[in-house]
């Protein structure tokens, strides 16, 4: 089912109002991706800002930018080099990665995140969790245990403080991330969420933590910041969060009065997100070329939130037809805007008219790790420090990378206390 689209409608190009009043100057976001490079303290730095420099500098440039995770505690972090916003001790490097993201004309918005029991052994052996689930990679993550009520409600109210804090800093908006895995996912999905309180069970009594998350994100910003949302259509795990409960859910924070939804899937376990042309994507996939563009036109049938794709898209001309049949309203990208930081004003000028990434063959020891620390690299030892992108990264040095890089992190985080 496809809307109504006005015969005026510019593809990319165009803007695109949300309801809360503010308005992106294009259809191009770049997505979150971690940027690992926070020092012991957690602070923005110099590298933050050198990184968004770059993206910032298009003419145009992209109509957002979220930035990648921050964690709404310091001992429960996805990489050992996130920001942390527990208090306002780093607003005046807060300020300054906002405003230097924000100086090209893009609207800026905060990704807000709690790893749950995706958090490294090397940052705390005993993460928290819905319940006492292990990953399967047990070597790198410990064993956690079942958040208590009480520990529930504290986390909800880390969620505003930290939204709140980001809309001080300079933030346009803020994004929950409830996708991936993370704390929010781990409650949502019937494997990690194994509770019989009110937490768990029924499928409104998973969603109840990210809800309560929303309203309290809603009330401490306020009406006129965007709040936007980041949800799996699926975890694609046997008896999983699957699409089914997903639309249910995105009829849910609809009714919250989201600005955003942003469509994503899988988790460490099971990393559609983390996916290259031509690595396990299905054929069929490929043609369509963006990963959940099929789930995206049935929840067109459910909800009037502005949807985001992100994932798969590599031509401008599938972009605009996507974007003009209301199969989404922004087109998510991460990758292409490591491979070059010019990459969005060649692709929204036209001057690019596909995207080629470069094909990486991973190591069987490692799977995805090698695809992951190959990005990895790219913003953490040269982008953020103003190098170009390094082609002939090979798949070990690529794991040595992510390996030694979180390890020598841990060990300042643990160290700083």
Known sequence: MLRNVDATFTGMLQELRL?????????????????RVAGANHNPNRYHVQLYKQW????????????GNIMIDRSSLESAGNVVLEDD????????????????????????????????????????????????????????????????????????????LCVEGGFDGVQVHAAHGYLLSQFLSPITNQRTDDWGGSLENRARFLLEAVRAVRKAVGANVALAVKLNSAD???????????????????????????????????PSFLLNDGVGVRESTKRREAYFIDFARDLRKKIKTPLMITGGFRSRAFCDETLKNGD?????????????????QDFLSGALSEVELPVLKPMPAFGLMSEAGWYAYQIARRLSRGKAPKWNLGAFHSVSHILW???????AHRIAG
């Open 89 to 164: 001790r780093g607003m005046t490097a807060l300020r300054q990665w906002t405003s230097t993201a924000k100086s090209g004309g893009s609207k800026f918005w905060a990704q807000i995140s709690h790893s749950g029991r995706q958090t490294s052994r090397l940052i705390n052996l005993h993460p928290r969790s819905a319940s006492a689930v292990q990953l399967h990679e047990k070597g790198l993550y410990g064993k956690p245990r079942a958040l208590s009520e009480k520990e529930i409600q504290d986390l909800i109210g880390r969620f505003a403080r930290t939204a709140s």
């Open 405 to 411: 890089h979180e390890t020598w992190k841990s060990m």
């Open 56 to 67: 910032a500098a298009n003419n145009p440039a992209p109509g957002l930018m979220i930035s």
């Open 236 to 270: 694609f795990q046997k008896g999983g969060f699957d699409q089914g409960e997903s639309l249910q859910v995105a009829e849910m924070l609809e009714k919250e009065g989201i600005d955003l939804l942003e469509i994503s899937g899988g988790n460490y376990e099971s």
């Open 328 to 344: 989404t309203d922004m087109i998510g990208m991460g990758r292409p805007f490591l491979i070059s930081p010019t990459f969005a």
């Open 19 to 35: 309801k809360c009043g503010q308005t992106l100057p294009n259809r191009l976001a770049k997505a979150a991706m971690t940027e």
